[in-house]
């Protein structure tokens, strides 16, 4: 089974030009899909959870038309939003019983079987007497996964489920998602290059509604790699850098600031870097929308 989309294009009434015919075969395994703030990993993801309209373009799992078999696509998917709400005077036992009587898991015994076989899977079970709105953010994410396995889905979209995580609970979260990617197709929408560097054996970045790069996370590096230059500079240098290179990334280093650059020749007075994914993804934004200082 793979998730095929074509040529998939959107256009909010207020004018803006989400999605700019997006084509993207995803196998399965995890997905990653990278963009900055408002590059319509959203629009995108709602699109292929049904929620969504999209103005052209097509949306095949295997053999589901999902723009128009919805019914059907909403069977076999699991889904966690980017803004996950919870009702926080519910137990995370009886919450996630009702949404499983409402994915139509009718039996009383089995429903509890597998509810409790979820809490578990997500390590909550010990908690699950426990009000949501007690849980900790990544407690809440990890519970956003439980309910969107219910029914044993065959694609699985996550939209930006690390934000906001600290770094132990985002550990935890990643060691779960990459236990489900074994047997399904599971999305992984983010702006976190870390996130994709970790999990995920397949990748796209988009941009302004546009698919920039798409293909293996190791082969899209190996593609810049002998190319990425790096040193340390004053800030107030930094335009004349910009001006004269190819400047890809800035970040501080003990308070110097340091920059990246990418030049098919040696360039003197920089240092040869290896290059990362990170390089990838801020070459491919930079050409686009500018460096963000
Ligand atoms: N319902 C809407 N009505 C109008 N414009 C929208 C709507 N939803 C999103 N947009 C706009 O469409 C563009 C893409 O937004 P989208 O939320 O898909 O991006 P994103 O990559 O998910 O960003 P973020 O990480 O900030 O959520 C943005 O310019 C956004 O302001």
């Not at 709400?85 to 499983?100: F, K, N, Q, S």
């Not at 890809?248 to 040696?266: A, D, N, Y």
């Amino acid at each position: 089974m793979k998730l095929t989309i074509q040529d998939l294009s959107k256009t909010y009434s207020n004018g803006v030009h989400a999605l700019k015919g997006v084509s993207l075969t995803i196998n399965q395994g995890m997905f990653g899909l990278l963009g900055p703030n408002g590059a319509g990993k959203s629009s995108l993801m709602r699109t292929i959870a049904t929620l969504q309209e999209a103005d052209s373009g097509s949306v095949m799992l295997g053999d589901l038309d999902v723009l128009r078999q919805k019914e059907e696509v909403r069977k076999v998917l699991g889904y966690l939003p980017q803004e996950f709400g919870v009702y926080p005077r519910v137990t995370a036992e009886t919450m996630l019983d009702h949404i499983a009587s409402l994915k139509g898991i009718q039996n009383a015994k089995q429903r509890k079987e597998i509810v409790e076989g979820l809490l578990q899977k997500v390590n909550l079970f010990q908690v699950r007497k426990k009000n949501l709105g007690t849980f900790s953010g990544g407690m809440k994410q990890r519970f956003g996964i439980a309910q969107a396995l219910l029914g044993n889905p065959k694609l699985i979209i996550v939209d930006e489920p690390t934000a906001g995580l600290d770094p132990a609970e985002r550990n935890r979260f990643h060691n779960l998602l990459s236990e489900i990617g074994e047997n399904t197709i599971v999305i992984l929408s983010t702006h976190i290059v870390e996130d994709v560097t970790n999990l995920c054996s397949d990748m796209a970045i988009i941009c302004l509604g546009e698919v920039v790069a798409q293909g293996n996370p190791n082969d899209l590096v190996k593609e810049i790699s002998g190319k990425v230059w790096k040193k340390m500079i004053d800030k107030a240098e930094l335009e004349h850098y910009q001006a004269n290179y190819e400047v890809i990334s800035t970040s501080l280093k003990m308070g110097k600031t340091q920059i990246r650059v990418i030049s098919e020749e040696p360039l003197s007075n920089f240092e040869l870097t290896t290059a990362d994914l990170e390089d990838v993804y801020f070459s491919e934004i930079t050409k686009r929308v500018g460096l963000a200082v």
